[in-house]
């Protein structure tokens, strides 16, 4: 037990709860810490924030910002939600600052950074600039929250700082957004569109945060001012009207302006994001993720069908939020 | 009922059963051989061999595998020319080559045409995308023309468009593909434009909005298209392996897209004269 405190933010969520546990079981990790979503907001008592206690307490090299997130399911309101992914993740950073101990952060991002537009290449590489100004609030909030890493690896260039772009989740037993999307008696699609979607199996994402957070250091220590990008999904794509196929729904297209109507009139909960991501969908391309880490996730269509498939007996109602 | 009937049965069912299911492939692009090969090509091919009979020349100048991008015009209102040109290579190709076109925005934002051209293969127009597909050895398609091709009245028929900054020929250098040619005779006159309604067009989010001597006066018959005689020519392949370096040199681009369009616009007029009249057998 010799290897480097790991402080995990969102531990309380299913994937931030798998993740601790596997760090817990390695050797190589000395001791693993965890903070709730709401630590990061916590107030400081006496001058000294929960996260700084914590970092320094525990004598913290490496963090784990698993907190960015886009369900508004378990938070009170979209501004609460907000509050937790941005200026969350800008306390969290300002204590890693200060920390004399942390030599590396990974954070979870999303594909969601990409945004999803009509003008957008058909898959994205981590060069990919955004070609048009992002309408959801989810998208904002991950890109501004990774606005902040950037600065933070500006600053600190001797920490070693990861981005992990994650596709959406999936999971037999994870209640997410996209879970709970396919479970709908009527799957709401916008009508004359089928777009691309890309999946990641929960099991992956656990592999790949755990690679991230204990691969060793480079020899001699690298000075980056950049952090280090990678989009992390099932290699391939399914066109949404086949998912919901293999997933036994029913799929219900609806037109573009009635969606939006809806969703406007506050009668169905489908943020602007969501609109945009069911017209053209959203694919990555994970080839750098396979070459640096050499993980291979499962392919979107296997990884679908381990889910959702026949076989998977996946049951909704017993599932645990991500 | 004769056995082959009954196995075109089992067959369609067969394929419906899967599709229902859900149990079939499609590439990161979307591109649905399956639907693209039993579905979209057949209905295709009514119209490639009775309706416009085209004529394919010059296939030898396309591969038989690898990257090669394919520049051909643009006309007849609607993108017939390039479903044609892709059941071509198909059918007519000892390959059996899928093209993969590249398309505007506007195709990709309309309901149901977006969806279309992306399972039958098709793409945004852009650097990156057309950069993968050739690296990844496919056939790519595009036009440079664009709307003003499709859209030009018909008085300027096999007249080339302007062919823009030649991005296409960007992505070709850059992946080290040939350039081939293609000259396409026949589609101007399936839809002959004679107006354009901008005030229409503006009004449904369209590029143009065509009239024609049958459209939109007779309803959904004006949107028949015309029965003209087609012939498809391929040009003799530009070599650019060894050109990398000017990828990036704007001029060198320009000139080089020009020489492109000089050589279809040779090959439209000696196809012209070659087939005479327009509604000939």
Same mark, same amino acid.
């Given at each position: 037990?010799?290897?480097?405190?790991?402080?995990?933010?969102?531990?309380?969520?299913?994937?931030?709860?798998?993740?601790?546990?596997?760090?817990?079981?390695?050797?190589?990790?000395?001791?693993?810490?965890?903070?709730?979503?709401?630590?990061?907001?916590?107030?400081?008592?006496?001058?000294?924030?929960?996260?700084?206690?914590?970092?320094?307490?525990?004598?913290?090299?490496?963090?784990?910002?698993?907190?960015?997130?886009?369900?508004?399911? +378990?938070?009170?309101?979209?501004?609460?939600?907000?509050?937790?992914?941005?200026?969350?993740?800008?306390?969290?950073?300002?204590?890693?600052?200060?920390?004399?101990?942390?030599?590396?952060?990974?954070?979870?991002?999303?594909?969601?950074?990409?945004?999803?537009?009509?003008?957008?290449?058909?898959?994205?590489?981590?060069?990919?600039?955004?070609?048009?100004?992002?309408?959801?609030?989810?998208?904002?909030?991950?890109?501004?929250?990774?606005?902040?890493?950037?600065?933070?690896?500006?600053?600190?260039?001797?920490?070693?700082?990861?981005?992990?772009?994650?596709?959406?989740?999936?999971?037999?037993?994870?209640?997410?957004?996209?879970? +709970?999307?396919?479970?709908?008696?009527?799957?709401?699609?916008?009508?004359?569109?089928?777009?691309?979607?890309?999946?990641?199996?929960?099991?992956?994402?656990?592999?790949?945060?755990?690679?991230?957070?204990?691969?060793?250091?480079?020899?001699?220590?690298?000075?980056?001012?950049?952090?280090?990008?990678?989009?992390?999904?099932?290699?391939?794509?399914?066109?949404?009207?086949?998912?919901?196929? +293999?997933?036994?729904?029913?799929?219900?297209?609806?037109?573009?302006?009635?969606?939006?109507?809806?969703?406007?009139?506050?009668?169905?909960?489908?943020? +602007?994001?969501?609109?945009?991501?069911?017209?053209? &969908?959203?694919?990555?391309?994970?080839?750098?993720?396979?070459?640096?880490?050499?993980?291979?996730?499962?392919?979107?269509?296997?990884?679908?069908?381990?889910?959702?498939?026949? #076989?998977?007996?996946?049951?909704?109602?017993?599932?645990?939020?991500? | 009922?004769?056995?082959?009937?009954?196995?075109?049965?089992?067959?369609?069912?067969?394929?419906?059963?899967?599709?229902?299911?859900?149990?079939?492939?499609?590439?990161?692009?979307?591109?649905?051989?399956?639907?693209?090969?039993?579905?979209?090509?057949?209905?295709?091919?009514?119209?490639?061999?009775?309706?416009?009979?085209?004529?394919?020349?010059?296939?030898?100048?396309?591969?038989?595998?690898?990257?090669?991008?394919?520049?051909?015009?643009?006309?007849?209102?609607?993108?017939?020319?390039?479903?044609?040109?892709?059941? &071509?290579?198909?059918?007519?190709?000892?390959?059996?080559?899928?093209?993969?076109?590249?398309?505007?925005?506007?195709?990709?934002?309309?309901?149901?045409?977006?969806?279309?051209?992306? #399972?039958?293969?098709?793409?945004?127009?852009?650097?990156?995308?057309?950069?993968?597909?050739?690296?990844?050895?496919?056939?790519?398609?595009?036009?440079?023309?664009?709307?003003?091709?499709?859209?030009?009245?018909?008085?300027?028929?096999?007249?080339?468009?302007?062919?823009?900054?030649?991005?296409?020929?960007?992505?070709?250098?850059?992946?080290?593909?040939?350039? !081939?040619?293609?000259? !396409?005779?026949?589609?101007?006159?399936?839809?002959? !434009?004679?107006?354009?309604?901008?005030?229409?067009?503006?009004?449904?989010?369209?590029?143009?909005?065509?009239?024609?001597?049958?459209?939109?006066?007779?309803?959904?018959?004006?949107?028949?298209?015309?029965?003209?005689?087609?012939?498809?020519?391929?040009?003799?392949?530009?070599?650019?392996?060894?050109?990398?370096?000017?990828?990036?040199?704007?001029?060198?681009?320009?000139?080089?897209?020009?020489?492109?369009?000089?050589?279809?616009?040779?090959?439209?007029?000696?196809?012209?004269?070659?087939?005479?009249?327009?509604?000939?057998?």
């Amino acid at each position: 037990m010799t290897g480097p405190a790991v402080l995990v933010t969102g531990a309380d969520r299913y994937l931030g709860g798998r993740l601790a546990a596997r760090l817990t079981a390695d050797d190589r990790v000395a001791r693993v810490m965890t903070a709730a979503t709401d630590d990061l907001l916590s107030p400081a008592s006496n001058g000294r924030s929960k996260l700084t206690e914590l970092l320094a307490d525990g004598r913290v090299c490496t963090v784990v910002h698993l907190a960015i997130g886009a369900s508004t399911s +378990r938070t009170r309101s979209r501004s609460e939600l907000k509050e937790r992914n941005v200026i969350g993740t800008m306390q969290l950073l300002a204590a890693c600052q200060r920390s004399p101990h942390v030599r590396r952060v990974v954070v979870k991002s999303a594909a969601a950074a990409y945004g999803a537009s009509i003008r957008d290449p058909a898959i994205f590489t981590e060069d990919t600039e955004l070609r048009a100004v992002p309408r959801g609030e989810y998208t904002k909030d991950v890109l501004d929250a990774e606005g902040y890493v950037r600065g933070f690896a500006r600053r600190r260039p001797e920490i070693e700082v990861t981005v992990l772009r994650l596709a959406p989740l999936i999971g037999p037993k994870a209640d997410t957004a996209m879970s +709970r999307y396919f479970a709908l008696p009527l799957v709401p699609t916008v009508l004359g569109f089928d777009p691309r979607v890309q999946f990641l199996h929960i099991d992956d994402a656990v592999d790949v945060l755990h690679h991230a957070t204990v691969r060793p250091h480079p020899e001699p220590p690298e000075r980056h001012d950049r952090p280090t990008v990678l989009n992390v999904g099932g290699p391939g794509a399914m066109p949404l009207s086949q998912a919901i196929r +293999r997933a036994r729904g029913i799929a219900a297209p609806v037109p573009e302006f009635a969606l939006s109507g809806l969703a406007a009139l506050g009668s169905i909960d489908v943020s +602007r994001d969501q609109l945009d991501f069911l017209r053209y &969908g959203r694919v990555m391309d994970v080839s750098r993720l396979v070459e640096t880490y050499g993980i291979n996730p499962l392919p979107t269509p296997e990884a679908f069908d381990a889910v959702f498939g026949a #076989k998977s007996g996946t049951e909704f109602g017993t599932a645990e939020e991500a | 009922m004769s056995s082959r009937f009954e196995d075109a049965i089992n067959k369609v069912f067969d394929i419906v059963e899967r599709r229902l299911s859900g149990d079939y492939e499609v590439d990161e692009f979307g591109f649905d051989q399956e639907l693209t090969e039993e579905v979209v090509a057949p209905a295709l091919r009514v119209l490639y061999r009775k309706w416009f009979r085209v004529e394919m020349h010059g296939l030898e100048h396309v591969p038989d595998k690898g990257g090669a991008l394919i520049v051909g015009n643009h006309s007849g209102a609607i993108a017939m020319d390039a479903a044609m040109l892709q059941l &071509g290579l198909l059918d007519d190709h000892p390959a059996r080559r899928h093209l993969r076109l590249l398309g505007a925005d506007f195709v990709f934002k309309t309901p149901l045409l977006g969806e279309y051209a992306r #399972k039958t293969g098709a793409t945004l127009a852009c650097n990156p995308d057309a950069e993968r597909l050739l690296t990844a050895g496919h056939l790519v398609g595009v036009f440079p023309e664009g709307f003003k091709g499709v859209g030009k009245p018909v008085w300027d028929r096999y007249k080339l468009q302007r062919f823009g900054r030649g991005g296409f020929v960007a992505a070709a250098l850059k992946t080290g593909v040939p350039i !081939i040619p293609v000259s !396409i005779v026949g589609a101007e006159e399936i839809y002959p !434009i004679i107006g354009d309604i901008k005030p229409l067009a503006r009004l449904l989010g369209l590029p143009y909005f065509p009239v024609t001597p049958t459209f939109p006066w007779l309803g959904p018959l004006g949107a028949v298209p015309l029965p003209s005689k087609w012939h498809i020519e391929f040009g003799e392949p530009i070599d650019t392996s060894d050109m990398a370096d000017h990828a990036d040199d704007p001029m060198e681009i320009f000139n080089l897209a020009d020489q492109v369009k000089e050589s279809i616009q040779q090959t439209i007029h000696k196809l012209l004269e070659k087939r005479g009249g327009a509604f000939q057998p």
